[in-house]
């Protein structure tokens, strides 16, 4: 399990807020924490612990007014390491290249794909062509409704129709390097995983996945590492303590970090 370290940029600041929370109207989500730090002090950070693969995400649509502060903090987070984090938010096949460009290695797309519900296999396979499949990470993020999972877009606000399952998971995998996968009910509460989900994620496995959502305890972490086979990377947001929350940095990279507990 590697540990994915995150920069969520809402409103031009660096914070974390309640995934489920997060209204385009108003550009309002419930905030657990704003940092006074820039996106750039915390890719410095991860950069100097060598940390690889963390998300920038960018939670303002590009019609907000607010977009452009929260752009330009993520393209000063990109400068600061480049090579060494994934860029997210409104990304489509017209501006993935600018972020790649700007040092991105991976664009992450969620929206753009799943339009009106449904997998826009054309948007995919033009993206496909102008980022390249080993540039491409897709955003599955998820919540529940009735007993399943439904991948959700427009900053998680939107139910699709597409159930997250292992039969979706192997049609995606051909177009991207990697999954990343928030679990919007838990997101940003830090009361628990969602152990249905993590216990299907890591039965397949068969390409990066970066879980996020609920872990606020390292028992969390270990519930986590268990019903995922070792297999899922994991990113803490709202509990760690440079985000204002109880679980210290360092240690959770040790514990990501070792093979057994």
């Known amino acids: 399990m590697e540990f994915r370290p995150c920069i969520d940029i809402h409103n031009g600041k660096v914070k974390q807020i309640i995934g489920g929370s997060l209204k385009d109207q108003g550009d309002r989500a419930v905030e ?3 940092s006074e730090q820039d996106g750039a002090f ?6 100097k612990y060598g940390l690889k693969g963390g998300h920038i995400i960018l939670l303002n649509p590009a019609d907000s007014p607010w977009y452009e502060a929260t752009k330009a903090q993520a393209m000063k987070a990109l400068a600061a390491y480049p090579g060494g984090m994934q860029a997210g938010g409104g990304i489509h096949a017209e501006n993935a290249a600018e972020f790649l460009d700007a040092g991105a290695s991976h664009v992450i797309v969620t929206s753009y794909v799943f339009r009106d519900g ?3 296999y054309e948007n995919l396979e033009k993206l496909q062509k102008e980022a390249g499949k080993e540039h491409l990470v897709l955003d ?3 919540r529940k409704r009735g007993e399943d999972y ?3 877009t427009d900053r998680w606000q939107k139910f699709t129709a597409e159930k997250l399952s292992e039969s979706l998971l192997e049609q995606l995998s051909g177009y991207a390097d990697e999954f990343l996968i928030h679990a919007v009910d838990v997101e ?5 995983i969602e152990t249905e989900l993590a216990k299907m994620l890591g039965g397949w496995g068969k390409i990066p996945i970066t879980y996020a959502g609920g872990v606020g305890s390292f028992s969390d972490l ?3 590492k268990v019903l995922g086979q070792n297999r899922l990377n994991v990113t803490i947001g709202s509990a760690l303590d440079l985000f204002g929350g109880g679980m210290a940095f360092e240690e959770v990279l040790k514990f990501c970090s070792k093979e057994e507990h």
């Open 32 to 34: 657990n924490f704003v």
């Open 42 to 47: 915390f890719a410095e950070l991860y950069r």
């Open 118 to 120: 449904a997998i826009y």
């Open 140 to 142: 599955l993020s998820c």
């Open 150 to 152: 439904y991948i959700v």
């Open 188 to 192: 940003g509460k830090a009361q628990g």
């Open 222 to 224: 270990e519930q986590l």
